[in-house]
């Protein structure tokens, strides 16, 4: 008919599903923006920056786009169309979030190594330990009867790197004292892999709701990552299986899609097809050995990620986290409570150091930014630095990682002992 409109099915301009597409479309671009294009969070992943950076241009992109395409078409089956994608994306994203919730963030879960404990990551229990600690049994909240506990808090320095568990910092430091004092010492481990400060005092906190006693607190502070790790403005998760941060505010978790379950899982699991396509690399069990050769250095990718994420001019490091993490934990411990200052090897490791020297730009890195902080703030703490002693040795840390070796622990351990034991007395 004349005048009739060539679109059999137009869409009014305040039609509601055109209006709920735009502002979920502008919502989904805002959550974007603020949580990575304004510096509310400087970053949400300790790797791969530049990735996730493309990752989070392309969903502006893409989003502010389909917004602007929602608000201008004319034709129902646009909108019917663009509802449906993402109805389906929303259902991908809960079967993912069941997936976890039934499957995945449980004791007994089925990938991964870590899973959510009243708020706190941990590491799934092991068959020594249901607490996930690195250790040959189980502690109870209350110490046998005349044994001194100590309680280890901290990072993978705290877990420990040597090939042997008993020739790991904790087992050191354990022994020595116990020697020393000519009685019953138990050294409780609860270093987790990749914990920050703020996780150690959530850790502690934990242990205090259960109950359990202890007569001195110890936390290893790495003088590294331990100031870039709590990222203002989230927290951290187990998701997966593995470590995760998310933000703070709950619009941001829910409307940014790199936050979703989905892309994490994207993440890990990509993750996990390439270390097992390196794994089936590798020679297969029972073939021959290639000659034995002393095994020269090698930087690991990891360092100078860790490098920038420190020292450049784009660090964000988190002083005041640290500093309130290190009170909160001395209000906690109620009891005698020291710092152990473990170096970035870097600073300390001649191989290391120079491998990294060679690979940055050194006019514009801070290397000593820690160092010069730290004395400052460990005023009223009793604390031992262990970059003096790690620095005069040789030889003490793993070929192809920054961890101590089994001689670096032993060293740390000794060390460590002699402190405890000044400090808390032979008898």
Known sequence: MPGASANPNPVRAGNPLRVLLVALCLGIVAAVVVQDWTGYVPRIFNRAHGIYRAASLTCLIVFGLLGLWCALTRARRVLLAVTAGLLALGSVELAVWGIEVVLVDRPTGTLGTFHNVDGVVLARPTATNRLGFHDDHDYAPTPPAGTTRLLFLGDSYTYGSAERREDSYCEVVEERVAAARGRPVEVMNTGVAGYSPADALALLRLLRRRDYQWDAVVFSLFAQNDFTDDIPHTYRISLGGTQ??????????????????????????????????????????????????????????????????????????????????????????????????????????????????????????????????????????????????????????????THLNDAGNRLAGDAVADFLLQHLGRR
């Open 244 to 401: 995760q941060r998310l933000p703070d505010l709950l619009p941001l978790r829910l409307l940014h899609p790199l936050n979703s379950h989905t892309f994490r899982y994207t993440v890990i699991l990509s993750t996990l097809l390439r270390r097992a396509s390196a794994q089936s690399a590798r020679p297969a069990a029972g073939a021959p050995a290639p000659p034995a050769t002393p095994r020269p250095y090698r930087l690991h990718p990891a360092v100078l990620e860790h490098v920038a994420a420190n020292y450049s001019p784009a660090a964000h490091p988190h002083y005041e986290g640290v500093a309130a993490a290190l009170a909160g934990m001395a209000r906690e411990a109620q009891a005698p409570f020291f710092v152990v200052v473990f170096p970035d090897p870097v600073r300390v490791d001649a191989a290391t150091r120079d491998a990294v020297l060679a690979r940055v730009d050194v006019a514009t890195h801070d290397f000593e930014r820690y160092e010069r902080w730290l004395p400052g703030a460990l005023e009223g703490y009793v604390s031992l630095d262990l970059g003096p002693r790690l620095a005069a040795g040789t030889d003490l840390y793993k070929p192809f990682d």
